[in-house]
């Protein structure tokens, strides 16, 4: 079983830094993709940003120039740091994580999610 842990979400005026962290733990072999993904009241879940196991990075034209991941693959650590947030940045973001569990076995994980709020 494998276990995704976030942290550091909360509330922030706008213009405001948070930074995310997630931790994965459990029966890992190794993991390819590690990325985080947001849901707003009402709305469906979407993509923010992703990083490969090289660190090849892709984000979402909303969070693009404001937002960075990254990762620790020693660790099986992705944190998300978020710069110049917006009322609009407001959901609960999750994250998510492509996990081999042994050399034959891959599924995908999602963490519990943490709150982000952005005051306007």
């Known amino acids: 079983q494998v276990q995704l842990v976030e942290s550091g979400g909360g509330l922030v005026q706008a213009g405001g830094s948070l930074r995310l962290s997630c931790a994965a733990s459990g029966s890992i072999f190794s993991i390819n993709a590690m990325g985080w993904y947001r849901q707003a009241p009402g709305k469906q879940r979407e993509l923010v940003a992703t990083?490969?196991?090289?660190?090849?990075?892709h984000y979402s034209d909303s969070v693009k120039g404001r937002f960075t991941i990254s990762r620790d693959n020693a660790k099986n650590t992705v944190s998300l740091q978020m710069n110049s947030l917006k009322p609009e940045d407001t959901a609960v973001y999750y994250c998510?994580?492509?996990?081999?569990?042994?050399?034959?076995?891959?599924?995908?994980?999602w963490g519990q999610g943490t709150q982000v709020t952005v005051s306007s």
């Open positions: 998510n994580a492509d996990v081999r569990v042994t050399i034959l076995y891959r599924r995908e994980y």
């Open positions: 990083v490969s196991r090289d660190s090849t990075t």
